[in-house]
């Protein structure tokens, strides 16, 4: 097991274990309602959370309706590491529309990537991953994006797990969204990616609606073609999900304010702080990639889901940080 | 019984008894799951269209995720004449807000609100309109308009019913909204109005919850304030979900093509004809205005809710235009 470093950042706790999982009936919640988690503060935090939250009687009582729980998508409940999944996909979709951009050869990071220079496609930074982003996520409709998005989902591997990326779900997270709809909770991704890329695998990887999907999005026309209405991506960003988007986005699509959040980066820091100033009973907490064995670790100078601030902050702010561990069951 | 003026209109029908509810829980379902809808081809319509797609052995069956149904609110859920109920709102709050604001003592439209020439108000149109809306509903917190927003609807009476405007509502459309929930289907507000004035009342009123609202929404900031963090509305507004706009708010918000939509104006074409070019079983509606004593009769060349194209593309299109008749319970 596990020694939880509490020196370096605070309330860090052990109480998840990093294993992926491919159905989540296969799971049992006879005994346990999360078999996964380590018997640790974290666990113990979450189950008293929400049994105060769904006593009738006590007086942290929360109405079914309000009890609404969000929870980051890239590295909190799917693999982030090395790049985020979405930005992979993006990639892809730039092979495979060279042919129709003949100035790509020419303009970054377009031409970069092309020849595989992924240095100086790094080196573009988020403005030259977004730019691959928009131009490969518009110029077609709605349901051409959705059937591009989700042929890549169901045949595109992760190199280390040799499993689908969109396959590659943590296990405590599954049980963890199930315990919490058995108990009356309404469940939300909210996330910085495109929410119409996570949308057509929401229901089956995590029993969440896509209408419980929020997200960054593009600008959208609606338009008659051939006769017959189309939604038409547009190369223009709408909305940024992302920091202190986030709120906005959950002010936006749910109109409430969650009462449980579960983040794994400084990005993630205003939606847990704009749940935990609520008033009533809260929840806060954040996954700390520490398994580079079966998973990845990473955090404070990590390229991709930077866990840096929140590290520090943590304790002072009552967010629960939880270890994503070596342990196996 | 009125009789359907089908010359005029091609498909209209008689189906729609235009009484105020206070209380959906008042309403019997025992028998007929509709008592207050005339027994019609439109009637008709609607239980034959939801038997249909509830029937786990037909061939038009349709999973219950996918019962999906969108309804219009000014005019189709509750009363927007003779004037949308949020301007109302936004005139008050003119008044409310002047002594902050002395320029609109010679800024129009202002200026014309606050002397009472409502003909120049009126003359400035949708673009004055929509300054008005911009100027009232920006510049506090989320909670703050939300509260506004509350009180005014709590409080101010609609001169020809006497009652809340909040509780001008069409009885029939609450028992359609139970009738189609309790036949697993999903019940959205899909509306022009501002997303955040309505949710205030959206479950009282209608058994929608504040996630299943969608509108028109104003840029909104996510701030640190006295060490608190809160949503600053700003005055600009960062979408119109109306006419064209809908399908796209349908798209952005709910992520599945509805299966069933209601409206009552031209501006709510595109979502039916969205909604409607779906593959398998659909169904369109639009409320028709015509009880004048009962509420109001207004159509092709109204100020609020015009219902032109409509009456002449309805038949072609199959869409469903329903009288708010004269016949009284």
């Known amino acids: 097991m596990r020694i939880p470093n509490q ?3 605070g309330f860090l706790v052990s109480g998840f274990i990093g294993i992926f999982a491919l159905f989540l009936s296969s799971v049992s919640y006879a005994a346990d309602p999360l078999p996964s988690w380590n018997d640790g503060p974290a666990k113990k935090a979450i189950l008293e959370f929400v049994a105060a ?9 929360v109405e079914p309706a309000e009890r609404i729980a969000v929870f980051d998508h890239d590295g909190t409940l799917w693999v982030e590491y090395p790049m985020y999944t979405q930005i992979l996909f993006a990639f892809e979709r730039v092979k ?11 303009t970054q990071p377009f031409k970069a990537l092309l020849e595989g220079d992924m240095k100086t496609v790094g080196a573009s930074g988020m403005k030259g991953l977004m730019e691959i982003v928009v131009a490969t996520h518009s110029g077609m409709t709605a349901a051409e994006f959705e059937m591009e998005a989700s042929r890549w989902l169901a045949t595109t ?9 969109s396959e590659c779900i943590y296990q405590p997270q599954l049980e963890l969204l199930a315990y919490l709809r058995a108990n009356g909770f309404k469940t939300f991704i909210v996330s910085g990616g495109g929410i119409q890329f996570m949308r057509p695998i929401s229901e089956k ?3 969440i609606p896509p209408e419980q999907v929020v997200g960054s999005s593009a600008v959208t026309e609606f338009q008659i073609k051939n006769g017959k209405s189309v939604l038409v991506r547009q190369p223009k960003i709408a909305f940024v999900n992302d920091k202190a988007g986030k709120p906005v986005g959950i002010y936006e699509h749910i109109g409430r304010r969650p009462i449980l959040a579960f983040g794994n980066s400084d990005s993630d820091m205003q939606m847990i702080e704009f749940t935990m100033a609520g008033e009533d009973r809260r929840l806060g907490l954040f996954v700390h990639h520490t398994d580079a064995e079966r998973e990845y670790a990473y955090d404070r100078k990590s390229h991709v889901g930077t866990l840096d601030k929140v590290l520090d902050m943590a304790t002072e702010n009552g967010w629960i940080v939880v270890d994503l561990s070596l342990i196996h069951i």
């Not at 939250?53 to 009582?61: C, L, P, T």
């Not at 495979?96 to 020419?106: G, R």
């Not at 190199?159 to 990326?165: I, M, V």
């Open 7 to 9: 020196a370096k950042s």
């Open 53 to 61: 939250v769904a006593n009738e009687n006590g007086k942290d009582y």
């Open 96 to 106: 495979e529309l060279a042919p129709q951009h003949p100035e790509w050869k020419t």
């Open 157 to 165: 591997k992760h190199p280390k797990f040799d499993r689908l990326y």
């Open 205 to 207: 990887n995590y029993g």
